[in-house]
């Protein structure tokens, strides 16, 4: 999409529940687009800082939103528990906390539902279960996460 003289244009396409979908020509469009508008002081106006949320290479959508749209509280894993465990603390993101999970084994890995919300997770992360004595009892790899 082309602004004035040739210059991409930024489309605040819809709001819901706080999450912003922005479309310009590409995801790479969009950043380039983004840091030339923040060099000239130009931006969305959101009151907070905005995070990534998703994106959709095949529509060239963007979608962002506040911090807590990044909050997850029920994680799929593919891998492997290493013994019966219904409860343990649960490890999603290097440099994160671990976090109290209910753990349910499924046929390729395992379910949680976390005691309280992680930040940031992502299919492809590594999910690593530990008892309350800091044994691993179960790792895997993430495959989805969702909000409640």
């Known amino acids: 999409m082309a602004g004035a003289a040739g210059n991409p244009t930024v489309v605040l396409d819809d709001v819901l529940d706080e999450l912003f979908v922005l479309r310009a020509g590409g995801v790479a469009e969009l950043l380039r687009l983004h840091l030339h508008l ?3 002081g130009l931006g969305v106006a959101a009151g907070e800082p905005l995070y990534a949320i998703a994106g959709d290479a095949r529509t060239n959508t963007v979608v962002v939103g506040p911090r807590s749209s990044l ?8 891998g492997r528990l290493h013994c ?3 409860r ?3 490890k999603l993101r290097h440099r994160s906390p671990a976090v ?4 349910e084994r499924t046929a390729s890995g395992f379910r949680l539902t976390l005691g309280e919300p992680a930040y940031g997770v992502a299919r492809g992360q590594a999910a690593v279960l530990y008892d309350d004595e800091g044994v691993v009892v179960g ?3 993430v495959t989805s ?4």
């Open 38 to 40: 923040l060099g000239r």
């Open 71 to 78: 909050a997850r509280t029920r994680v799929t894993a593919r």
């Open 84 to 86: 019966d465990v219904a």
């Open 88 to 90: 343990a603390e649960a």
């Open 100 to 103: 109290p999970a209910c753990v």
């Open 139 to 141: 790792s895997g790899v």
């Open 145 to 148: 996460s969702a909000a409640d």
